[in-house]
């Protein structure tokens, strides 16, 4: 019991934590299945995504301005993949990745630009950053509310793939990418509407991020950025499931690290696991097994 | 009594529920021709496959010059799974990497053509001669091993000129036209110093002039080489040119085993191959 | 044949030597606080990581985002092994001082930084060498990273100072240092894949499966050029802490790996001379040629241009660089070799042409 009661708040937080990897990460995934691209520019869509709720914020109401973030987002995430990734489509894959990685510098930068360097920080939200109690335990609400949030968002994402139109579109695209093209598949619109909801969660998933860790600089959007495509690695890139669980399994360990009084190694621990995950899975825990044709 | 050079014993591929191979046993003996025909989706290739170490069987024997190579038995997830015949009798779990095979003295050509894409005709030829070096990272980076080099890229270039590919040796290799790739391909397996050469589908793609050309050159470089050959083939008269024996695939089975005149009259060949595809 | 090899070999060799006349003069003639020096030096330093990433993305066609860790084993190598004895407990003030009580002589040290990156290497080689491009690329990163925690670890201040900054290790005055120690190393990494190790790294880029059907061993061929490449980084690591005086673990973060990636892309992946001349351009853009833009009191005329304020260099910086890689997907050089006789031969078909007209 004392174990339970010392380590309830860091399994809350870290389950809080996990689902909001799970947000990002669905992003990674998503794009990887569908252009095996890496997007690293998607932890900055995360970091923009805060800036622009800390921006309007100061014009407009919350309610008003948290959900015009979100939609901004998703024109964001559009335009990016209009900008950086549709040129380099024929390009060899290379390319399209340090395109990425381009444009993860510029989004930076522009955020150093734009905050003059400065930490910002984000606007309380009324209800979500409340604190409460949980079996004795001091929390924001925003920790019991991410869970419900993300699966809600993850249930409806997967009806979308699984009954929509775009969605059986996308999975025709991820399954061989110029078989569908063939098949009259508009590739450019499922390919943008795989930016859009990438970034569309990953701004949901950055209004609960930073109700709990509130200061936004330019380069936050890195660690959990680079551990939401870990957790998506873990589970098998391309695997939605597999990013969830692995988003969900990170963010336990990594807040369990923590409250061992670990901190150094809270990052680096993500990491230990995902090698050890690899070197006897080699391509996730859920990812398709690739054998080279001779 | 001539030599064996290889020998398979109920060399069984299985993935996962979907037998490729099933069974398969036969012998090449030294200075051999032998063609392993059969239809598309026969498994021949995945045999060739676990010939040269890039799959491992997953039950059976491959010898090589008598010696054992390639050894394994259902175990793991395919202890439950497998579905083949001859469970028990071997015991050991031999899995050498394709490189090491290929040291032994086994050498192949690809299906669809596998050669280094970015590299002239002259450094694909050269490049599996890196192979039979002598040197170490540190005497090759520092040019101690010049006198070496020098011999292998005289090696190569005599290579290339009893191929006939001497006057293109500067090409890149995708330039080439497809019958010269293909030849190419042959010329880098020879470079490789091997005693068995696998050719899978030489003639594929191939005009009938250009096959009877092949016809030519296989059997020249089997005797100038003092090669011992397997092929994977679909062109009949190549086949029935040029092989001492055949042994004839359907289903990851052997159906039939003989000269190219046993093969010819024999009916379970033509129900299951000849019959059907007559042109072919 | 082999002659007109021995000639481009000789020009080369003199372009590199007149190169290093150059820098000497310029060093007598301005001021040793001159912005080109700066770049020169780092320019150097990265264009030796550049090549040592190159060597692995490039030409054995290994993804592996790992440079920045393999950098910091060399930094901190260095560092630890010269630090003088008596400026030791003043650089290790809350560890008594450091465990380590001798130092090594400066050419020593930068060996030993590229020895002790080369070994993390092998072992890192062992378990994530066989995984394919994007998962190997997410399992260096992650190796990197666990480096750079390591190190931050006050469990091991005695011998890494903490996340508390080295200082105090010899250093380098002389543009020409890092000029010779890039040169001789890059050298020598040409000389490797120019060798018959270097022509099995490519059929591997090319090709892993004929690659291992033709007899290349590829699990020693993979780590052999790990190994290699991270020597080197570990050696232009050694020359980073010397050009920044001072060596934090934390410094030594992903984004840099990202950066050097791009240098190599920028520069044409397969293409040393690119990676080269890559490295130069970027480190004088980000840091010297844009500066004005970050002054705010920027005028063209009397026109007092609103938008310069600190961080516009940055951004102007990376609209070049996404403007490059969209413009030009292959590099400057591609993956060719800047070669004089390359040039004539352009320039001799430009004057035919124009003779012809």
Sequence with gaps: MGFFQTNLPYLLAGISTGGQYALIAIGYTMVYGILRLINFAHGDVFMCAALMVIYSASYLPLYVSVPVAIVATGILGFAIERVAYKPLRTAPRMSAMISAIGMSYLLQNLALYVTGGLTKYYPPIPYISDSIEIFGAMTKRVTVITPIVTVVLIIALVSIIKYTKIGIAMRAVSRDFETAQLMGVKINSVISATFVIGSLLAAVGSTLFFSNYTGVTPTVGGMPGLKAFVAAVFGGIGSIPGAVIGAFIIGICENLIKGLGWTTFSDAFTFVLLIIVLMFMPTGLFGEKTTDRV | MSERVLEIKDLTLQFGGVVAVNSLSMYVDKGEIVSLIGPNGAGKTTAFNAITGLYVPTNGQILFEGKKIIENYPHGKMKKLYAGSENGKYKERLEPTPDKVTKLGVARTFQNIRLWKTQSVFDNVLIAKHMRRTSNVFTATFRLNAAEEKKQREETAELLNILGLYQVKDQNCTTLPYGLQRRLEIARALATDPKLLLLDEPAAGMNPQETLELTEFIGRIRDDFKLTVCMIEHHMDLVMNISDRIYVLNFGALIAKGTPEEIQSNPTVIAAYLGEDKNA | ?357
């Excluded at chain 3, 394919?132 to 925690?149: C, N, V």
């Excluded at chain 3, 469990?155 to 080295?166: D, E, P, Q, R, V």
């Excluded at chain 3, 591997?204 to 059907?213: G, P, T």
């Excluded at chain 3, 050029?225 to 980073?240: D, E, M, P, V, Y």
């Design chain 3, 1 to 357: 044949m082999d002659k007109t090899k021995k000639r481009d070999l000789i020009v080369s060799l003199g372009l590199i030597a007149l190169i290093f006349v150059v820098v000497a003069v310029l060093e007598k003639v301005l001021p040793t606080t001159s912005m080109l020096f700066t770049v020169l030096k780092k320019g150097s330093i990265y264009a030796l990581v550049a090549v040592s990433m190159n060597l692995l993305n490039g030409f054995t066609g290994l993804f592996s985002l790992g440079q920045a860790g393999f950098m910091l084993l060399g930094a901190y190598t260095y560092a630890i092994l010269t630090i003088p004895v008596e400026a030791r407990a003043a650089v290790y003030q809350y560890y008594d001082g450091g465990i380590v009580q001798f130092s090594v002589p400066v050419i020593v040290g930068i060996l030993l930084a590229g020895v002790v990156a080369a070994f993390f290497a092998y072992l890192i080689g062992l378990p994530v060498l066989h995984l394919k491009s994007d998962y190997l690329a997410i399992a260096t990163l992650g190796f990197a990273e666990i480096i750079r925690a390591i190190f931050q670890w006050d469990k091991l201040g005695g011998l890494t100072n903490g996340s508390n900054l080295l200082r105090k290790f010899p250093i380098f005055h002389s543009t020409l240092f890092p000029f010779a120690v890039s040169a001789l190393c890059i050298g020598i990494i040409v000389m490797l894949i120019n060798s018959t190790y270097g022509r099995a790294f490519k059929a591997i880029r090319d090709d892993e499966i004929a690659a291992e059907a033709m007899g290349i061993n590829l699990a020693h061929h993979k780590r052999l050029a790990f190994t290699i490449s991270s020597f080197f980084a570990g050696i232009s690591g050694a020359l980073l802490a010397m050009f920044q005086t001072t060596v934090q673990a934390s410094q030594f973060k992903s984004a840099m790996t990202y950066e050097i990636l791009l240098i190599v892309v920028i520069g044409g992946i397969g293409s040393i001379t690119g990676s080269c001349i890559s490295s130069f351009l970027f480190v004088a853009s980000s840091e010297w040629w844009l500066r004005f833009l970050d002054n705010s009191e920027t005028y063209i005329g009397s026109l007092h241009l609103g938008l310069l304020r600190p961080g516009f260099r940055k951004v102007v910086f990376s609209v070049i660089i996404m403007a490059i890689v969209l413009l030009y997907q292959r590099g400057i050089m591609g993956d060719k070799e800047f070669s004089l006789t390359r040039i004539r031969q352009r320039l001799s078909g430009l004057f035919k042409k124009k003779k012809v007209q």
